[in-house]
């Protein structure tokens, strides 16, 4: 799962804590860095802005860099490859559950799969934290 994953599913879990409350928290001038890092799609490169955010939500800070190492463009890369190659995909989800199959779809929010027992899958992109090769940086397809 992506940091910006993670860090929408930590407030929401925080009942939904404004932007600006963190700011004020961790001491920033503006919410534009803690916006970006909830929505862009690439690694966060401001590592005193990973380490506050870890501090802020009371996390160890080596989470939140484990996060940040599996950006969902990384998880796109891999299964636009999945797709192109018919290659079985492998995918961890939050629950701790490991789904495999191929790829018949992907988008922004889900992709589509069929398992090894015919039956199609939809999976939440955000429920996915880990894959092969999710820390490998990876080129553009």
């Known amino acids: 799962m992506s940091l ?7 407030r929401a879990l925080r009942g939904g804590v404004h932007t600006q409350t963190i700011r004020d928290a961790i001491g920033l001038e503006a919410v534009t860095p803690i916006n970006h890092a909830e929505t862009q799609y690439r690694p966060v490169r401001d590592p005193e802005l990973v380490a506050k955010l870890a501090a802020y939500y009371e ?3 080596t989470e939140f860099q484990w996060h940040n190492a599996r950006p969902r463009k990384y998880l796109t890369f891999y299964l636009a490859r999945a797709l192109k190659t018919k290659e079985v995909v492998s995918l961890t989800l939050r629950s701790g559950e490991q789904l495999a199959g ?3 779809w992907w988008d922004l929010g889900s ?3 069929w398992d090894e027992n ?3 899958l939809v999976v939440q992109r955000h429920a996915v934290v880990d894959w092969p090769g999710a ?3 990876w080129e553009d397809i």
């Open 4 to 10: 910006s994953d993670h860090l929408r599913y930590l």
């Open 59 to 61: 996390r160890p800070l």
């Open 102 to 104: 191929k790829v018949d």
């Open 111 to 113: 992709v589509g799969l």
């Open 118 to 120: 015919g039956r199609f």
């Open 135 to 137: 820390d490998s940086e």
